[in-house]
Nanobody, 123 residues
Framework: QVQLVESGGDSVQAGGSLRLSCVVSGRVINRLCMAWFRQAPGKAREEVAASDVFSVTGYPDSVRGRFTISRDKDNNIVYLQMKSLKPEDSAVYYC?????????????????WGQGTQVTVSS
C-alpha cells in the first residue's frame, strides 16, 4: 500500500517561495507516476505538476516557470518547489501517486493521495 505524507505548507507574502515535500512509503518512487494537485475553496481540483517514471515533467500554463517538481530517489521524497507565489496560488496542495501502465507509461491516473497541506499567499 502506497502512503503519501505532505508537509511544507505555510503562509507567505506574494513573491515568496515555498517547498512542499511528499514522503512516499510502500513503493519506490522510481516506479510511480507522481503529481501535485491543488484545490482552493469553491474551485475544482487542479493538477499543477506531474512527473513520470523517467522524471519527465509537465505543468499547466498557470504555474509553468514558477513551479518545479522533483524526485529525491535516495529518500523516496517528491518535492514541489514554488517561487514567485501569487495570491491565486493559495490552496490546499495534495501529492498524488499512480501505478504506471505497461511498466512505464503514466496515463494521468492517480490512486493514492496525501492528506494535503495548506498554502496561503497574501498580497
Amino acid at each position: 500500500q502506497v502512503q503519501l505524507v505532505e508537509s511544507g505548507g505555510d503562509s507567505v507574502q506574494a513573491g515568496g517561495s515555498l517547498r512542499l515535500s511528499c514522503v512516499v512509503s510502500g513503493r519506490v518512487i522510481n516506479r510511480l507516476c507522481m503529481a501535485w494537485f491543488r484545490q482552493a475553496p469553491g474551485k475544482a481540483r487542479e493538477e499543477v505538476a506531474a512527473s513520470d517514471v523517467f522524471s519527465v515533467t509537465g505543468y499547466p500554463d498557470s504555474v509553468r516557470g514558477r513551479f518545479t517538481i522533483s524526485r529525491d530517489k535516495d529518500n523516496n521524497i517528491v518535492y514541489l518547489q514554488m517561487k514567485s507565489l501569487k495570491p491565486e496560488d493559495s490552496a490546499v496542495y495534495y501529492c498524488a501517486a499512480g501505478m504506471p501502465r505497461h511498466g512505464d507509461f503514466c496515463a494521468g491516473e492517480y490512486n493514492y493521495w496525501g492528506q494535503g497541506t495548506q498554502v496561503t499567499v497574501s498580497s
